[in-house]
């Protein structure tokens, strides 16, 4: 799910968490306050629209900070691709989404999003020695969100 989008699979793991999927959005809606993100109201795992349910570009980036924060998931998110091996031993291989992470030696990963109404959607994030930083773009269109985001993340980081 962090390197590439597959929303039955997040369905799947809500149900397996906490038994059904309201009851894991009232999860996410926990820890999303307990993060300080209090503009935001989630009612499914993936993210695909449902009536009630928001964010915001600050909330979306206290939220990363804190899975950015985690070394496993920052280790996931930074790789270009990802090998899954099932059971039988053949294997599927998933390319990450965010081009910035292709195109930018100091991007070293997060996660891409689309729906219509939220339009093409990156966070990113970036690191030079001594800083870390995180950009949030929302409602942009497919050619313009990787040049935004690389835009932002250098800025940021005042490369």
Not at 68 to 78: E, F
Not at 87 to 103: P, Q
Not at 131 to 152: E, F, M, Q, Y
């Amino acid at each position: 799910l962090l390197v590439h989008s597959c929303n039955d699979v997040a369905r799947c793991l809500a149900r397996d968490t906490a038994g059904d999927i309201d009851s894991f959005a009232r999860l996410m809606n926990e820890k999303a306050r307990s993060l300080g993100a209090i503009n935001s109201n989630f009612l499914n795992p993936n993210g695909l629209p449902m009536p009630g349910q928001y964010s915001t570009a600050r909330d979306l980036s206290l939220i990363a900070k804190a899975a950015y924060a985690n070394p496993t998931i920052r280790s996931i998110v930074s790789l270009p691709n990802l090998v899954f091996r099932y059971a039988d031993g053949h294997t599927r291989e998933f390319d990450n989404t965010n081009k910035v992470l292709r195109r930018l030696p100091y991007c070293n990963g997060m996660k891409t999003g689309y729906t219509d109404a939220a339009g093409h959607c990156l966070i990113s994030s970036g690191a030079r020695p001594g800083r870390d930083v995180i950009a949030v773009v929302l409602g942009d269109n497919k050619p313009h969100v990787w040049s935004d985001s690389a835009a932002l993340l250098s800025w940021a980081l005042q490369i």
